[in-house]
């Protein structure tokens, strides 16, 4: 017997129509024998504008209100999906968060899954019904309703799909699959048949927004087998349709590429503090306050030291933080001790990624020489065993990602750009 989860984004749940056929897909899993729970998102849109109506009641809501406002999205599609599939004949029903329940940390808007009771659905699923669970929401002490934080309802379907030992999690969205850059940009990317966990986690977080990163993460903790693959393709025989998300033993040499795939990110702002002094304790003046602000740093560069005792540092926040980062400094300025501050937000991070490079040298230099023969200037770096990161001027985003894909061979062969 098959246990399989399929979860279905919020552009696959916008509206009855689209319903119906992911119903269709539900039922064709169904009648292959296949024991299916189901996870959907909202409505595309419906969230936002469910977190609109409570800035809107108050600029201080209440955290556990919020929850109970944005988790009806779920609900609604819950409730529709299990009674679309009646009516094709397939026995259906819901389960909300706090029916199962779903018991997570007290967290309100960005709360942890931490235990999931499966008895009533693994006995709902043994008589072949199919259990649809409205992802994004669950439980906290008290009684009291939570969600995941955005994007949360991938980390329903996988943290489902560990609970009840699924064999499979598929995760249906408006994309085909995890390619090797974005193919806006890159019309010669193609589909990545497998990506690791640890490749796929570094291509989530720096810009490829496939999956919630945290979805991967406990699926590379739980061993869950993970498929993106889209609901806007018709059903075929093919069993891995998609792109498989999976542990680095399940890749075959073969198909291993040095670089799996390049990723961009234009959310974070450039800040450089000028003429700190170079003493001991300079840096953690600097990052002590923005951490107490609750301010992720990315990247981080330090000058050498001028003749003057001074150097530069530079770093990266998110844009949207920036505002926050620079009140943050100047309050901080008498203890740091820097002249002035610097900031931009025209600066955009490029990622290349592959487990490849673990065992090759020479990464970093191919992306350097590609970068520097364009013209494009290296504002930072940051490295990790599977990735090279630079930062650059936004405007050369595309240019960027387009020379490096063909620099590290990546370009589709058989489709002309
Ligand atoms: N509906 C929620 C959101 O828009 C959760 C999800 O779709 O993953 O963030
Ligand atoms: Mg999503």
Not at 170 to 183: L, R, S
Request: proline fraction near 3%.
């Amino acid at each position: 017997m098959t246990r399989i989860v399929m979860k279905f984004g919020g552009t696959s749940m916008a509206g009855i129509e689209r319903i119906r056929i992911v119903a269709q897909r539900v039922k064709r899993e169904w009648e292959m024998g296949n024991e299916v729970a189901v996870v959907v998102s909202a409505m595309a849109g419906e969230t936002d504008r469910l977190v609109n109506f409570c800035r809107e009641a108050s600029s201080l809501y209440d955290p556990r209100e919020y929850d109970v406002v944005v988790s009806s999205g779920e609900q609604v599609t819950s409730g529709l999906l299990a009674i679309a599939l009646q009516a094709i004949g397939v026995p259906a029903r819901s389960w909300m968060g706090w029916q199962l329940p779903i018991r997570t940390s007290d967290g309100h808007a960005s709360a942890r899954i931490e235990d999931i009771d499966t008895q009533a659905l693994g006995n709902s699923l043994t008589n072949r019904e199919v259990a649809v669970i409205p992802g994004f929401q669950g439980l906290a002490s008290g009684e009291r309703v939570t969600t995941l934080g955005r994007g949360g309802s991938d980390t329903s379907a996988v943290a489902m799909a560990a609970a009840m030992k699924a064999d499979r999690c598929d995760i249906y969205t408006d994309v085909d699959g995890v390619y090797t850059t974005d193919p806006r940009i890159v019309p010669r990317a193609r589909k990545l048949k497998r990506v690791t966990y640890e490749e796929m986690l570094e291509l989530a977080s720096v810009g490829a927004k496939v999956l919630q990163t945290r979805s991967v993460g406990l699926a590379m903790k739980e061993g869950v087998r993970v498929q993106v693959l889209s609901s806007f393709v018709e059903a075929t025989d093919d069993p891995e349709p998609g792109t498989l998300i999976v542990g680095e033993e399940e890749i075959e040499d073969m198909e291993r590429q040095l670089i799996t795939g390049i990723a961009h990110d234009k959310s974070e702002a450039k800040v450089t503090l000028a003429e700190v002094p170079d003493r001991p304790g300079a840096v953690a003046a600097i990052f002590g306050p923005l951490a107490e602000a609750n301010i992720n740093v990315d990247m981080i560069v330090q000058n050498i030291a001028h003749t003057t005792g001074s150097t530069d540092v530079t770093f990266t926040v998110p844009r949207a933080e920036l505002a926050r980062a620079l009140d943050t400094l100047e309050k901080s300025r008498g203890e740091i001790g820097f002249s002035k501050v610097i900031h931009d937000p025209r600066v955009a991070k490029i990622s290349v990624v592959g487990v490849g490079m673990r065992s090759h040298a020479g990464v970093a230099s191919r992306m350097f020489d590609t970068l520097g023969a364009r013209g494009i200037n290296i504002l930072a770096i940051t490295t990790s065993e599977i990735k090279v990161s630079v930062l650059i001027e936004e405007d050369y985003t595309e240019l960027a990602v387009r020379v490096l894909h063909t620099a590290y061979g990546l370009d589709a062969e058989d489709e002309a750009a």
